[in-house]
């Protein structure tokens, strides 16, 4: 769903009076393996200072005691999670509510503090601090979020994977009604804004579930109802996943986590979910066949023939360009003269799907490459590629949603079957 621009990305850039108390929180598995860690801390140092914003605290909760001396000398509070720490949650849900629990032995699990979750690639600006301040100061929201664009690390990052990241900003014009109109199918687990004492009382033991921010997305709404969610409009900046291997772990995680959580929701909220992993499970089976349809159909009528009429091996990619703006026009133009109405109509309410889906990536990268350094004419290559590309964009984007609903119901009722957990993070960043 569409939202006006300035509920989408807060533009004021003026200090509110008010001066909340903010914990910035950086979850991670090693800041010492993960580097970009060090990046995000200075990110929030010097977009404070930019601003006039001293009344914060930053701290580091990690699984790995080498971070103490990582970290020393660095303007933040380390929380290393203890090795025999036991808690109905895994992976980064044990971590966190560690820090609840660390929060609440220091007593800063009061409605005076606020908690921002932010992920090891999180980047601060002072635009961020802005729109957290103010959403603050108009106290109406416990809980809300804002967008995340994926410049950083653009170039470095596997082509594939860096333009298959255009489609999250796009989604997150939904995520705004998600969050406005709670409870919300999904939730970031980064650029999450949380009145600490509403954390300490919802915490994050919701058992072996991959998609821990899901769920607390839920409990929120299910507590303080639907007038206690929000969109605060500050923007988080990330990186895409480095290769296709991460990209594919990433989303598989996302979907057996939604599958996991699925059987502690009511009904109507069951559905709502069951319908959208349908839809990303038959969306793999579409672009399959669609991709099918097309070369079957378009390349051999692209191919040459030579003067007997006997087709040529050989198919020339040189001439393509060339050729293919007049094989569609008279493509076009064949289907308009013979089609029948119910064709027309059909095949008029695909193409305008289509173009949305085509817009989505372009308006995606946009925003994107908007907070890059990248010049305007290779940002231009990327929005070409990005249209190039976009058929197999879409296999790469609903391959693992497809793959991890047959994993987890192939396996989920046979004991002697068990769903890898891979870890919650990007190993390359």
């Known amino acids: 769903m569409f939202v006006e621009k300035q509920a989408f990305e807060e533009k004021s850039t003026t200090r509110v009076c008010g001066d909340g108390a903010i914990i910035f929180q950086i979850t991670t598995r090693s800041a010492t393996k993960t580097h970009v860690v060090r990046r995000g801390i200075q990110s929030i140092i010097d977009s404070a200072k930019k601003i006039g ?15 103490i001396r990582t970290l020393k000398g660095v303007n933040c509070e380390l929380v290393v999670v203890n090795k025999e720490f036991k808690t109905n949650a895994i992976r980064k849900g044990r971590a966190l509510q560690y820090a609840v629990e660390h929060r609440r032995r220091t007593g800063m699990n009061t409605s005076k503090y606020w908690i921002f979750h932010m992920d090891d690639e999180s980047y601060v600006t002072s635009q961020t601090i802005v729109a957290l301040l103010k959403s603050i100061e108009n106290g109406k929201d416990i809980a809300s979020e804002g967008p995340i664009f994926y410049p950083l690390k653009f170039e470095a990052a596997n082509r594939l994977t860096a333009i298959a990241e255009s489609i999250r900003p796009f989604s997150c014009y939904d995520c705004v009604s998600q969050m406005t109109n709670p409870p919300p199918l999904h939730m970031h687990g980064s650029n999450l804004l949380v009145r600490a004492d509403i954390e300490d009382t919802i915490e994050w033991k919701f058992g072996p579930t991959l998609a821990e921010d899901q769920m607390f997305g839920y409990k929120v709404y299910e507590r303080y109802g639907p007038g206690s969610m929000g969109w605060h409009g500050g923007i988080l ?37 069951m319908y959208k992993s349908t839809m990303h499970f038959t969306g793999f089976l579409s672009a399959v066949a669609s991709t099918a349809i097309m070369l079957s159909s378009y390349i051999p009528t692209l191919m040459h023939y030579d003067t007997l009429g006997h087709q040529l091996m050989s198919f020339s990619l040189t001439s393509l360009p060339e050729r293919l703006p007049n094989f569609l026009f008279s493509s076009l133009t064949d289907a308009v003269a013979k089609g029948s109405m119910l064709e027309l109509s059909a095949g008029s309410i695909l193409l305008f799907t289509s173009l949305v889906w085509l817009g989505s990536y372009q308006l995606g990268l946009f925003l994107n ?14 929005h070409f590629q990005t249209w190039l590309l976009s058929p197999i964009l879409g296999l790469i984007e609903t391959f693992p949603a497809f793959w991890a609903m047959i994993e987890y119901n192939v396996k989920k009722n046979d004991p002697g079957q068990k769903i890898k957990v891979y870890d919650f993070y990007v190993v390359n960043k």
């Open 53 to 67: 914003y001293h009344n914060y605290h930053i701290s580091i909760v990690t699984d790995d005691p080498d971070d």
């Open 237 to 273: 900046l990330e990186q895409p996943p480095l290769n296709i291997r991460d990209h594919f772990f990433q989303r598989r995680r996302w979907v057996l986590g939604t599958l996991q959580n699925m059987r502690n929701y009511p009904r109507w909220h069951k559905y709502k979910l």
């Open 369 to 382: 490459l908007k907070y890059s350094k990248i010049g305007w004419k290779k940002r231009l290559i990327f």
